[in-house]
């Protein structure tokens, strides 16, 4: 089993981190082929230091096709940005304004949601790393009545894998629980 971490802590210390934009991107089309060695359909990767924490990834996904979420950030240490979430969220329980973010960071909010569907702990431990709550795969938005899809990670490199099974037609909003301000959405389609 994987050892436990501080989601709480982490949260305090992304007060540190520059507030700015995140979004999602588009990976470039040379990815495709190492996303095809691998039996990647689509990846969303967390990138960036303090001043560019982001997640890049793609616009539309094929509802069925298989998405990686990669963690490409140094944790920890002076320079470490993570851990990090990736948690599907209904749109409008996501902070708005620096204001609110700084808020959610602090562990209020959809964030504090974020960690009740991790089941931490008082402590900041994370019982939880990884959160299906829907039908099996990438399909549940989360907000205060019902827990989201989401997955922990703390580790450089570490991946988790998951098919979408969010119906084709849905725009799915993520965001991550200790850095709010990155977000990103991408809309399901037909295969």
């Known amino acids: 089993m994987r050892s436990k971490a501080r989601l709480g802590g982490a949260l ?3 007060l540190a981190v520059t507030v700015v934009a995140g979004g999602s991107a588009s990976a470039g089309e040379g990815d495709s082929a190492a996303k095809a060695q691998r ?3 689509a ?3 967390i990138k960036g230091g303090f001043q560019n924490l982001r997640f890049e990834g793609p616009e539309q996904i094929t509802t069925g096709d298989s998405l990686t979420i990669r963690n490409l950030t140094q944790p920890g240490g002076q320079q470490g940005v993570g851990p990090h979430t990736f948690s ?5 329980t996501r902070p708005v304004g620096n204001q609110e973010i700084k808020q959610c960071a602090n562990f209020t909010g959809i964030c504090a949601e974020i960690g009740e569907w991790h089941n931490v702990d008082q402590q900041g431990n994370v019982g939880d790393p990884d959160v299906d709550a829907g039908a099996a795969g990438w399909d549940k938005r989360g907000n205060f009545q019902h827990d989201g899809d ?4 703390e580790t ?6 998951r098919v979408v099974t969010a119906p084709a037609g849905r725009t799915i909003h993520y965001m991550c629980a200790i850095h709010p301000f990155m977000r990103g959405k991408f809309k399901t389609v037909a295969p």
């Open 156 to 161: 450089k490199d570490e991946t988790t894998n």
């Open 12 to 14: 305090a210390a992304a």
């Open 43 to 45: 990846e969303i990767e």
């Open 39 to 41: 039996g990647i359909d």
């Open 150 to 153: 989401t997955w922990y990670t």
């Open 88 to 92: 599907l969220v209904q749109r409008d």
